[in-house]
């Protein structure tokens, strides 16, 4: 069964900084685009860093020069490390991730993880 397992979220002071991973786990034949999404209380659900498996990224404009998304595609994991955070920053961040799961077909299955909080608070 395949699983995005993320980490690193927390409790950290304006202007801190934190490292989200995502992994996936289960068997797989290919990782193509990832994304970290996030979502604060009351608002949707919103793009925060894209990127494709050869290694092309876009930012939502809130995080760009703070945010930097990147990928180790031998582990099979992305990641987000997060400077400069704000308050307004705060929200649970999940990841995604386009998988072929089989070499005999094509089809990509889009999956979640579970979410990992981010409090930006003094």
């Known amino acids: 069964q395949v699983q995005l397992v993320e980490s690193g979220g927390g409790l950290v002071q304006p202007g801190g900084s934190l490292r989200l991973s995502c992994a996936v786990s289960?068997?797989?034949?290919?990782?193509?685009?990832m994304g970290w999404y996030r979502q604060a209380p009351g608002k949707q659900r919103e793009l925060v860093a894209a990127?494709?498996?050869?290694?092309?990224?876009n930012y939502a404009d809130s995080v760009k020069g703070r945010f930097t998304i990147s990928r180790d595609n031998a582990k099979d994991t992305m990641y987000l490390q997060m400077n400069s955070l704000k308050p307004e920053d705060t929200a649970v961040y999940y990841c995604?991730?386009?998988?072929?799961?089989?070499?005999?077909?094509?089809?990509?299955?889009?999956?979640w993880g579970q979410g990992t909080q981010v409090t930006v608070s003094s």
């Open positions: 289960g068997s797989i034949f290919s990782i193509n685009a």
């Open positions: 995604n991730a386009d998988i072929r799961i089989w070499a005999t077909s094509k089809t990509e299955y889009d999956y």
């Open positions: 990127i494709t498996s050869g290694g092309s990224t």
